[in-house]
């Protein structure tokens, strides 16, 4: 499956994004579904991820009451709304889906096989 991510760009400290997500010619049924974010020299990190399955999601420590994913009623597009951004929040935010990730696996970035591009998000004054 082929993922568009979009929705980056530059906001000050406290502000909001939204990224998005898009699967290509068909939907993310049966896809577990993540966000995931690197910066240079580091490891990907795990942001959040959403299980097909009943729409469950996860997040990271880091971000969790300040992002939340969700996904639109047809399952073609994941989203990620990103309130009261901070400057260590700057990235490259990816999407990723998979049809077999365990639950202890969701936030591990080798557990997916279909990653999006990538869109930049930038936090700064």
């Known amino acids: 499956v082929q993922l568009q991510a979009s929705g980056g760009g530059w906001v000050q400290p406290g502000g909001s994004l939204k990224l998005s997500c898009a699967a290509a010619?068909?939907?993310?049924?049966?896809?577990?579904t993540a966000w995931f974010r690197q910066t240079p020299g580091k490891e990907r990190e795990f942001v959040a991820a959403?299980?097909?399955?009943?729409?469950?999601?996860v997040y990271a420590d880091y971000v969790k009451g300040r992002f939340t994913m969700s996904r639109d009623n047809a399952k073609t597009t994941v989203y990620l709304q990103m309130n009261s951004l901070r400057p260590e929040d700057t990235a490259v935010y990816y999407c990723?889906?998979?049809?077999?990730?365990?639950?202890?696996?969701?936030?591990?970035?080798?557990?997916?096989?279909?990653w999006g591009q990538g869109t930049l998000v930038t936090v700064s004054s």
């Open positions: 990723a889906a998979d049809p077999s990730v365990i639950h202890s696996s969701l936030a591990s970035h080798s557990a997916y096989s279909y």
């Open positions: 010619g068909r939907t993310f049924s049966r896809y577990h």
């Open positions: 959403l299980k097909w399955t009943g729409g469950s999601t």
